[in-house]
T-cell receptor, first 113, second 117 residues
């Protein structure tokens, strides 16, 4: 059974508006969460992360929010740009112990100029 | 070259063939990973090597055989594969593995698109 779920396979947003990508997880032991971005013909690249001791982490246009009680995290991109069009993967791990990452199936974001 | 490279980028093989996928990291990392991504499925961790020793083997069939001759190179040897093994195979590396208290960022290669006929 998937421990990390991204229920929206795709999302389209107008340039300049906010993109919100969502991710849910089931394993309460997860305490570290990451977002990766993937362009076609390239491997996933790390975008932003958050530890469970925080509920928000911001890096430029990208902000990740974590709601531990709901086992939900989201990635906000403001303002969205055409270059942000890619597949976004949510991943989770337990910090203590192994580095094993559990990934979601990804959400394809299209930013329309 | 920088980062994580993988060769070949595309591979078509028959079920009786033997082939190998190669991964090289130029980041000075001590941990390397093989992942499989099938269509509409999440990335699945296959193997992890830390300091050239295999530390994880996630119930992967024996027709997949990893090899890590040094901390910069990782191979995945393939033999008698099935059509359902067709997928994108991704290699990744990180500074450490299982250090505890901190999850090191994993850096991915571009992947090898494998098709088994």
């Amino acid at each position: 059974d998937q421990q990390v779920k991204q229920n929206s396979p795709s999302l389209s947003v107008q340039e300049g508006r906010i993109s919100i990508l969502n991710c849910d997880y089931t394993n309460s032991m997860f305490d570290y969460f990451l977002w990766y971005k993937k362009y076609p013909a390239e491997g996933p690249t790390f975008l932003i992360s958050i530890s469970s001791i925080k509920d928000k982490n911001e890096d430029g246009r990208f902000t990740v929010f974590l709601n531990k009680s709901a086992k939900h995290l989201s990635l906000h991109i403001v303002p969205s740009q055409p270059g942000d069009s890619a597949v976004y993967f949510c991943a989770a791990s337990e910090q203590t112990g192994a580095n094993n990452l559990f990934f979601g199936t990804g959400t394809r974001l299209t930013v329309i100029p | 070259e920088t980062g994580v490279t993988q060769t070949p980028r595309h591979l078509v093989m028959g079920m009786t063939n033997k082939k190998s996928l190669k991964c090289e990291q130029h980041l000075g990392h001590n941990a390397m990973y093989w992942y499989k991504q099938s269509a509409k499925k999440p990335l699945e961790l296959m193997f992890v090597y830390s300091l050239e020793e295999r530390v994880e083997n996630n119930s992967v069939p024996s027709r997949f055989s990893p090899e890590c001759p040094n901390s910069s190179h990782l191979f995945l040897h393939l033999h008698t594969l099935q059509p359902e093994d067709s997928a994108l195979y991704l290699c990744a590396s990180s500074r450490t593995y299982g250090a505890g208290g901190h999850t090191d960022t994993q850096y991915f290669g571009p992947g090898t698109r494998l098709t088994v006929l």
